[in-house]
């Protein structure tokens, strides 16, 4: 006789992964792809992924702003139409080793890169009491790369059902340089050219941070879990923003506009929050936050230009009551805080006009946040109510009047008050047919001090999303969603109304997909923002149109055995430093 010993395979082990190449055009063309990969044998998991993303669109920015100049008013109009060529490329390579069934250890190691090549045409024109008054021509050529590299390790014990040990240490590393060079040509009442003005700008940046974390999870019953811990960050910023004017063949330094900035700042913080559960219909969330912040910012002129030490506690509770299978009510109250980005502390230099720039702010303060939030679901119908105040809100680009020129940067406002009423239902027609909506109306109150006189704005804003799916024949999906926003603030100004409609069709195969989409099918997604305060003779607005409207096709492969258990998915401990690295 003949024996057959068949070996039943693992179906947990192996590899799978997927590959998504992507084409798309707006004005110009975009194309690129992803890769990922997940190896899993025995104890050992090895996973990474490679994206590619090339951009070529366009950009078009238009400007007014008032200066006054003697008993009148200089009006200054500038349109610059942008032509940038963007390349991103982002990596990533980790291992997960398993000692044993309760203790893993791990790394991960992350590089991005960003390449902009920027082209820029603009037109400025000039006019003094309703009559032209001069033009000018700005042509703008630079680039803009930065590199960004994390490194995480990452340890997990798991002593028993419910309670875990953690332990994550980050290191980020940034460099960036971003030199650009305006040719700017003014010509007289008549039209001839009589000067030509150079102008370069230059911005050399990096940025070192370290992060520790260390968390506790457990479980006392199956009514009582909690979370503690503690995270210390250490970040090392230094910024070199020049300008330089060409003046008879030699290049001039602008020490008005050119500023060195470094920066230290170390945030020690410590954490623990209770999962209460009351009884079966009652669930309680209790939370302490203790953050303590040393800030340091020198210049090449000045020392101890910021120095902070500050201590801060963040309280939350969180309450939930489930009447009974259809109703459930919510109210929550938290206290946050909310760091200006890195970019918006490091100077930088931005001209859209001779006289009109934008720059950074080294003195910027964080923000703090008073949340309260009552919720009521009836069913899948949601409505709620949300009241914020943000005390040292951060407003964008906020214009001021220095001189002869408009100097927008981030401010600090004194607050900004917040009453929200949102409410989310979704409904389904059919079988194939589902429809969700979404509807905000929100008050504003907010007060501005960084201006000569205490500037003060009321403003209201109303939020509308649709999103309809359609289920179709042969694993199809149609998607078809719009959204429109009334305007709200931004700072001490005003956004005006904007929207979009997008639509997207998705085609499911055994192994791949394809989808295809098309976004801002109308072109109605156009930024627009004024300001306007009288006290201060400050009046300008802007208008910015990106490239919205963009045709997507985008084929996804499943590659290897789908059913390998997922990796579980680890947070790192920079998670908030890297937001404040997003430009």
Not at 61 to 74: A, C, M, R
Not at 135 to 160: A, C, K, R, S
Not at 241 to 248: G, H, K, P, Q, R
Not at 327 to 351: C, D, E, G, K
């Amino acid at each position: 006789g003949m024996i057959n010993i068949v070996l039943k395979k693992n179906e947990n082990m192996g590899t799978n992964g997927s590959i998504s190449p992507f084409i798309g055009y707006g004005n110009r063309g975009k194309y690129g792809g992803t890769l990922n990969l997940n190896s899993k044998y025995d104890r050992i998991n090895v996973f990474g992924n490679l994206s590619i993303r090339n951009n070529y669109s366009t950009q078009d920015f238009e400007s007014t702003w008032q200066l006054p100049f003697g008993n009148d008013i200089l009006l200054t109009n500038s349109i610059n139409e942008r032509l940038p060529f963007s390349s991103d490329k982002n990596g990533t390579f980790g291992l997960d080793f398993n000692i044993n069934d309760k203790t893993s250890i791990g790394f991960k190691i992350n590089l991005f890169d960003h390449k902009l090549d920027l082209e820029s045409t603009g037109h400025i024109t000039r006019i003094l009491e309703a009559n032209p008054y001069d033009e000018m021509t700005q042509n703008v050529i630079g680039y803009n790369n930065w590199q960004n590299l994390l490194g995480n390790l990452n340890f997990e014990h798991n002593f028993n059902s419910g309670n875990s040990l953690t332990a994550n240490f980050d290191k980020i590393i940034y460099n960036a340089r971003n030199p650009l060079n305006y040719k700017i040509n003014h010509y007289n009442k008549i039209g001839n050219t009589d000067n030509i003005r150079q102008i370069r700008t230059g911005k050399d940046t990096e940025i070192q941070i370290s992060t520790f974390a260390l968390d506790y999870q457990g479980m006392i019953n199956e009514s009582f879990s909690f979370e503690a811990g503690i995270k210390r960050t250490f970040s090392d910023l230094e910024n070199d923003a020049s300008v330089d004017t060409i003046l008879n063949g030699v290049w001039i330094q602008d020490l008005d506009l050119t500023n060195y900035a470094e920066m230290k700042e170390d945030i020690y913080a410590s954490y623990a929050s209770f999962q209460i559960k009351a009884s079966k219909k009652i669930d309680i969330q209790l939370g302490i936050r203790q953050e303590q912040t040393i800030t340091k910012i020198d210049t090449r002129t000045e020392k101890n230009i910021v120095n902070r030490n500050f201590n801060k506690w963040f309280p939350s509770i969180f309450f939930n009551h489930r009447i009974n299978n259809k109703n459930s009510w919510v109210a929550s109250y938290s206290r946050r805080i909310t760091r200006p980005t890195f970019f918006q502390l490091a100077p930088l230099v931005l001209f859209l006009d001779p006289n009109n720039l934008a720059t950074g702010n080294i003195t910027l303060l964080p923000a703090f946040t008073n949340a309260f939030r009552l919720e009521y679901m009836l069913n899948s119908f949601i409505w709620s109510f949300q009241y914020s105040h943000d005390e040292n809100s951060i407003g964008l680009f906020q214009p001021r009047i220095i001189g002869d020129k408009q100097v927008s940067a981030s401010e600090n406002l004194d607050f900004r008050n917040n009453f929200n009423l949102s409410f989310s239902a979704p409904f389904t027609i059919t079988d194939w047919w589902n429809i969700q909506l979404n509807a905000a109306a929100n008050l504003f109150y907010i007060q501005a001090g960084f201006t000569k006189n205490t500037f003060s704005v009321k403003s209201k804003s109303l939020n509308l999303s649709l999103f309809q799916t359609y289920e179709l024949a042969h694993k199809i999906t149609l998607q078809l969603s719009g959204w429109y926003n009334s305007g709200e603030p931004f700072g001490t100004g005003q956004i005006k109304p904007n929207g979009a409609v997008n639509v997207g069709f998705e085609k499911k195969f055994n192994q791949s997909s394809l989808r295809i989409s098309l976004n801002d099918i109308l072109k109605t997604n156009i930024f627009r923002v004024g300001v306007e305060i009288p006290n201060e003779e400050i009046k300008t607005s802007f208008r910015g149109k990106w490239e919205t409207t963009v045709l997507s096709i985008n084929y996804r492969i499943n590659l290897g055995n789908q059913n390998i258990q997922k990796r579980k998915t680890r947070k790192n401990s920079s998670e908030e430093e890297l937001k404040r690295l997003d430009s």
